[in-house]
């Protein structure tokens, strides 16, 4: 599996848009999948904040994480419209029964494809080598479309994780 997306990510967007990544609990199916981006497609073209049409991205990255985006260079995204987005993300949950908020679940690339794991068997993972410095970790608290190309899929030692290396001890 590829892991590159800078291709699919729009390029008219600004390098300061607000970008919000949801991170399944699972790989999603092929039909899940399609029914998803019905319901993003559906989404972005209602997407509005105070009335203004929002130039909003969405979609799902490698069967696994959804990225939505907002390009606030015309209209800022308030309240209720991010309100609307994680009402989105909810729905989704529900209809595939999975769970997108969990941030103790963390994703790592490892032997070519994304695996999960559960933040409290971290140390163990360290300590016998399943998870290394150089392993490429989901950085999934990016904000920006600057730092989702260039901050979210990064070798763990680079994030927050880093200091996690220094402390276990084998």
Known sequence: ??????????????????????????????????????????????WKSHGAPVKGFANLFFGQFLIIMADESMVKVGGCSTDSSVHLVQQIEALCKVNMFDRQNLAFVIKNKVEILPLPQL???????????????????VATKQALLTEWIIPAKQSWLGKKFTSVTI
């Open 1 to 46: 599996m590829t892991f590159e997306y800078e291709h699919l990510l729009p390029t008219d967007f600004s390098p300061s848009s607000r970008v919000w990544v949801y991170q399944s609990s699972r790989l999603l199916t092929i039909s899940e999948a399609l029914t998803i981006e019905d319901l993003l497609q559906e989404f972005l073209a209602n």
């Open 123 to 141: 140390t163990y993972a360290i300590q016998n080598n399943f998870v290394q410095p150089n392993t490429l970790y989901f950085n999934n608290l």
